[in-house]
């Protein structure tokens, strides 16, 4: 089965830095797409960021453009988000997620998969 562990998330002041880590198991790790999802309280999900193994094709939502960068290594099966300067409205709860067919368009990702999420909450 598949499994997804998330983890990494925690408190920092706004300009600091967090790295996330998706810990995955249960598939062929190199035959699907994983990224991060994220929620805040009273607002809609929102894509964050996806890795598509098989072509190291990335994406990333305008707003963490320059800031966050996803990275995969394969020999360990796991993601990871790496959050620079991060700011207050990065505050939400993070989630992993996997899915094997690659989408369309990044904005359609809708994966099949989902891990627990981590919260990360940023601090003015």
């Known amino acids: 089965d598949v499994q997804l562990q998330a983890s990494g998330g925690g408190l920092v002041q706004a300009g600091g830095s967090l790295r996330l880590s998706c810990a995955a198991s249960g598939f062929t790790f190199d035959n699907y797409g994983i990224g991060w999802f994220r929620r805040a309280p009273g607002k809609d999900r929102e894509r964050v960021s996806y890795i598509w193994q098989s072509d190291r094709s990335t994406y990333y939502t305008d707003s963490v453009k320059g800031r966050f960068t996803i990275s995969s290594d394969n020999s360990k099966n796991t993601v990871y988000l790496q959050m620079n300067n991060l700011k207050p409205e990065d505050t939400a709860k993070y989630y992993c997620?996997?899915?094997?067919?690659?989408?369309?368009?990044?904005?359609?990702?809708?994966?099949?998969?989902w891990g627990q999420g981590t919260q990360v909450t940023v601090s003015s």
């Open positions: 997620a996997a899915d094997p067919v690659k989408p369309l368009l990044f904005r359609l990702w809708q994966p099949a998969h």
